[in-house]
């Protein structure tokens, strides 16, 4: 029955753990109503598949034979339990009931289950660390431990978390389903900010020695690619772009002893070219869709420098004019912020240094250390020493990252060497 | 008149309290429930989930937020409430005072505003 | 399932708007109650008097102690609530954000834990 009968059994069942367990995972949950009674089934059906594989070979459908047997066996251990809790039978034999149901599962209700395990996962009725926690364990099946060392936390910390996570989905019965039509928006929403937090995270981590962590940028990136298999919608092609062409210039914003380069002093050929074709071409489609949203047009800026082999061939005005359009879909400070070195690129730091002022003195970002960073280097190329050296010191009093820090102790020690 | 007890106390102290403590407190409160059903004072005795299970909601201009955990973070916390008949304050204040969980936390009496409603759920105790 | 919807809001603030308009978000309280009645959800809902109006109860070495409240000093005040029975959370969010009090404040969904045998039903 195997495709490969030279490979022992062991190291299929392996296999088969990498590429559908999770998938086993999330039809499980639907069908036994319950987080931890399907992660059991699910490690009990991989028990049961390395010693029956053995002696009888490899299923023809191993995906289809793992959830019916986790399924059995979560209903065993409920008669088992039932001797002590009567109300445990019922709920047993209404499981036996619907089984015939269980062997329809088509690979279209398959991807259901994946999508609303994701969406279940990113409840807003759960906090946004529990969402993290959540969709990193259950959906990229990643380890308590892993996810704690991703996030420089500590295993009980994340178990607990995680807990209850599961013990609210429970009892305030958030639903296993993927969003009515009305409420997806908001749902998906939710979804793409989740993984772009994990992304985030593992790009630019927000405390500690070493600036990226890779494993999470591609843990995001794996998740976005699904999301985006399951669920076809411009926004979740735009996040995934978005990603890729970040992530496309990962060697060349750090060098081998850990300092960052900014945009203008990256090594161009270092970038990752086939990230950056994949991603262009995503925003491209998304943009066809006329559903623009902000992660698509974050990436279409990051298109435009992307293009750039060199850092004056970068079409700025294409730049200020996507950030316009950003203004529209999401305004925020930040984006403010971002515009206003673009529109310094076009049209000289003055116009940069103008745009940046307004924004501090309504006081928003005045504990950002960016802000300052970029204030800092306006002055400092209009020749106004004094005032660039404050906006450095203000800038420093206001990170804790280390890569960051060194950069501005020596764009700061430059400035007095200068003066 | 009706009025609305909610039950607050601060849930870590619950927590820290043993199990054959908090059954104890619970049978407590059931049998004086039981007590006050006869009497026709209790229309609706409820429980509610720790804080953590809490969901709060909020429209604007059409946006919808919905966010985890509790609209304000108290040092006490509704644990659950009761709807009960009372000729006025004085007598919900003394069946207020007499939950047992009023020895750790506090009971909040609000008088309820009597709106037309449906249904004859929420009609006093048929056998008042 | 069953889920207490408490309303809070702005007791200042819902004072200070005009009469009618606070009529009409009554009125549409009482409208969502008679909706939810006819597709089985609704179990209770009123109106609270306002907080000032709230008394403490507690007891302490078997001396009874009453003072007035609310026991919580906050931002916005509990106005009223809505005990409704929902398919699941999601559900019960739809219900709430249909509640008036929405909008110009905060609906809180707390779940209710399901036991048998309460002395009520």
Redesign the interface.
């Known amino acids: 029955m195997s495709e490969r009968p030279t490979k022992p059994v062991r190291e299929v069942v392996e296999e088969v753990y990498r590429t559908e367990s999770r998938r086993v995972l999330a039809t499980l949950i639907r069908l036994l109503g319950d987080f931890d009674a399907a992660e059991e089934a699910l490690h009990e059906a991989f028990a049961v598949a390395v010693e029956q594989w053995t002696r009888d070979g490899i299923p023809a459908n191993p995906r289809a034979w793992l959830v019916s047997t986790g399924r059995f066996k979560a209903i065993d251990r409920m008669r088992r339990r039932s001797r002590f809790d009567a109300s445990l039978a019922e709920l047993a034999t209404q499981m036996e009931s619907s089984i015939d149901d269980a062997q329809e599962n088509t690979d279209e209700s398959i991807d259901d289950d994946r999508l609303r395990l994701i969406f279940t996962c990113c409840h807003p009725a759960l906090s946004s660390e529990a969402q993290v926690a959540m969709t990193l364990r259950e959906v990229c099946g990643l380890t308590t431990e892993e996810i704690a060392r991703s996030f420089l936390s500590s295993p009980p910390t994340i178990a607990q978390r995680i807990v209850r996570a599961k013990a609210k989905i429970r009892k305030a019965r958030i639903p296993y389903e993927v969003p009515s039509e009305t409420a997806l928006p908001d749902r998906l929403d939710a979804v793409l900010r989740v993984i772009y937090l994990v992304f985030n995270e593992g790009y630019s981590a927000s405390s500690g020695e070493s600036l990226t962590r890779h494993d999470l940028s591609a843990e995001a990136i794996r998740l976005g690619r699904l999301l985006l298999e399951l669920l076809p919608d411009a926004e979740a092609m735009g996040l995934l772009a978005l990603m890729l062409l970040h992530d496309s210039r990962r060697a060349a914003r750090i060098s081998g002893t850990g300092e960052l380069f900014l945009l203008e002093d990256q090594d161009r050929s270092l970038w990752n070219r086939d990230q950056i074709a994949e991603g262009g071409k995503l925003v491209e489609q998304a943009f066809a869709s006329r559903q623009v949203g902000s992660y698509t047009i974050q990436a279409a800026i990051s298109g435009v420098h992307s293009q750039a082999t060199h850092p004056t061939e970068t079409d700025w005005v294409q730049i200020v004019s996507l950030y316009d359009l950003l203004m529209q879909a999401s305004p925020s400070p930040i984006v403010e912020l971002n515009r206003a070195v673009a529109v310094a690129m076009r049209d000289g730091p003055l116009a940069g240094l103008n745009l940046i002022d307004s924004v501090l003195r309504r006081g928003e970002l005045s504990n950002y250390h960016l802000a300052h960073a970029a204030r800092a280097d306006f002055c400092r190329r209009l020749g106004q020493t004094a005032e660039a050296e404050a906006a450095y010191e203000r800038a420093l009093g206001l990170t804790q990252q280390k890569p960051e820090r060194r950069f501005l102790e020596q764009r700061l020690a430059g400035l007095q060497d200068h003066s | 008149m009706k009025y609305l007890l909610f039950c607050c106390h601060e849930e870590k102290k619950l927590d820290s309290m043993s199990k054959s403590e908090c059954d104890a407190l619970m049978n407590e409160t059931w049998a004086y429930c039981e007590k006050l059903k006869k009497s026709g004072h209790l229309i609706v005795a409820e429980p509610l989930e720790p804080i953590q299970m809490a969901v709060t909601v909020r429209a604007r201009n059409g946006n919808v937020s919905v966010t985890d955990g509790p609209f304000a973070e108290t040092k006490e916390q509704i644990g659950g409430f009761f709807l009960i008949n009372a000729i006025d304050l004085n007598e919900a204040i003394q069946v207020a005072s007499k939950f047992p969980s009023v020895r750790l936390g506090t009971m909040e009496v609000r008088p309820v505003a009597e709106p037309e409603r449906p249904g004859a759920k929420t009609e006093p105790c048929q056998d008042v | 399932?069953?889920y207490?919807l408490?309303v809070?809001h702005n007791e200042d603030a819902f004072g200070k708007m005009s009469e009618t308009a606070r009529k009409k978000i009554?009125e549409e309280?009482?409208q969502l109650?008679?909706q939810l009645?006819t597709k089985r959800q609704?179990?209770?809902?009123?109106?609270?008097?306002p907080?000032s109006?709230?008394?403490?109860?507690?007891?302490?070495e078997g001396k009874?102690f009453?003072t007035d409240?609310?026991?919580?000093e906050?931002?916005?005040q509990?106005a009223?609530?809505f005990?409704i029975d929902a398919?699941?959370?999601?559900e019960?969010?739809?219900i709430?954000?249909r509640v008036p009090g929405?909008?110009i404040?905060?609906?809180?969904?707390?779940?209710?834990?399901e036991?048998s045998?309460?002395?009520?039903g």
């Open positions: 399932m069953k207490l408490l809070h009554l309280s009482v109650t008679h009645h609704y179990l209770s809902a009123s109106p609270l008097h907080a109006t709230a008394v403490i109860v507690r007891v302490r009874p009453v409240g609310p026991f919580m906050t931002r916005e509990l009223g609530y005990l398919k699941d959370l999601d019960a969010i739809s709430a954000v929405a909008r404040g905060t609906v809180e969904i707390r779940p209710l834990i036991i045998g309460l002395p009520t």
